[in-house]
């Protein structure tokens, strides 16, 4: 059964920065794609950020810029490097794992596999 186990949430002042971590069992996190997805009160669950196998990028236009997204293959484990975080990044940040190559990057339905998420609260 796969396994993603997110860390490193947390509370930061804006303008401050945090390192997500995504661990992943029995899924290889060069496989097909991964990706980081965020829910806040009262809102649909959203894309923030996606990593192919051969490492392309994709980020949402909220976050280009601040974000950066990459994994360590030895580790298998993947990670969401957020600098200059404002309030309205506060969310649950949630670490997905797609079964196959997905037709869209930006769609939550195309990730098979789900962490149960890492609080994360940017203060102003």
């Known amino acids: 059964q796969v396994q993603l186990a997110e860390s490193g949430g947390g509370l930061v002042q804006a303008g401050g920065s945090l390192r997500l971590s995504c661990a992943a069992s029995r899924y290889s996190v060069s496989r097909y794609a991964m990706g980081w997805f965020r829910q806040s009160p009262g809102k649909e669950r959203e894309f923030v950020a996606a990593i192919r196998w051969s490492r392309i990028p994709y980020y949402a236009d909220s976050v280009k810029g601040r974000f950066t997204i990459s994994r360590d293959n030895a580790k298998n484990t993947m990670y969401l490097q957020m600098d200059g975080l404002k309030p309205d990044d506060t969310a649950v940040y949630y670490c997905?794992?797609?079964?196959?190559?997905?037709?869209?990057?930006?769609?939550?339905?195309?990730?098979?596999?789900w962490g149960q998420g890492t609080q994360v609260t940017v203060s102003s």
């Open positions: 997905a794992a797609a079964a196959n190559d997905p037709r869209n990057y930006y769609n939550r339905y195309e990730y098979d596999y």
